[in-house]
């Protein structure tokens, strides 16, 4: 009976481990869908960043390495977004390090760990990422977005993804712009 359990639990360790690995692809997976849609290949100028000063090249972008929300995204979501409801809005608010090295398939700017005193380049802005709500059956998630590029410059955005071979994005909304 004793050798049953272990067996039993064995098993259960290794289930969730690896969901817990696919999700973590999935996760960087998605974060390069993301920066490839919103900062991959439209030109600065047509993207809304006016601001930039064409005398300099701006090859980087700032990665905030961890997820995070802030208060003011949480009001916006539960006061104007009902489907967001507070098991969601949980999800969303999950602490998890980001490692941007894991970050694949976006090659437009260089990404920077925004904790990293050590960057004295250019930088095109700061992107932070909510950790992100799945279906149970993984084909699904909600993720939002945040990027600020100067003082009267960001935008807040949630996307709704389906994960067919490749995971899509299916709608997004704009929660805010600046």
């Not at 067996?7 to 969730?16: D, G, T």
């Not at 974060?31 to 100028?45: K, R, T, Y």
């Not at 601001?51 to 980087?60: G, L, M, Q, S």
């Not at 960057?119 to 084909?139: A, C, L, Q, R």
């Amino acid at each position: 009976m004793r050798l049953k359990h272990i067996i039993i639990m064995f098993f259960l360790i290794i289930h969730c481990s690896c969901n817990s690995e696919k999700n973590e692809s999935d996760s960087y997976e998605i974060m390069s869908v993301i920066l490839n849609h919103e900062l991959g290949s439209i030109p600065d100028e047509e993207n809304g960043l006016f601001w930039i000063n064409p005398d300099k090249e701006y090859n980087t972008v700032l990665i905030y390495n961890y997820t995070n929300l802030g208060e003011f995204d949480n009001m916006i979501l539960t006061e104007f977004y009902p489907q967001i409801n507070s098991s969601l809005l949980k999800d969303l608010n999950k602490k998890i390090k980001i490692d941007i090295n894991k970050i694949k398939g976006y090659y437009r700017y260089q990404l920077i760990d925004l904790c990293n005193d050590k960057n004295k380049k250019e930088v095109i802005g700061t992107v932070t990422f909510s950790s992100i709500s799945y279906s149970e059956n993984y084909k699904k998630a909600i993720f939002f977005v945040k990027y600020l590029c100067g003082g009267h410059c960001g935008f807040g955005k949630l996307f709704y993804l389906k994960k067919e071979q490749k995971w899509l994005i299916e709608k997004e909304e704009e929660v805010y712009v600046s």
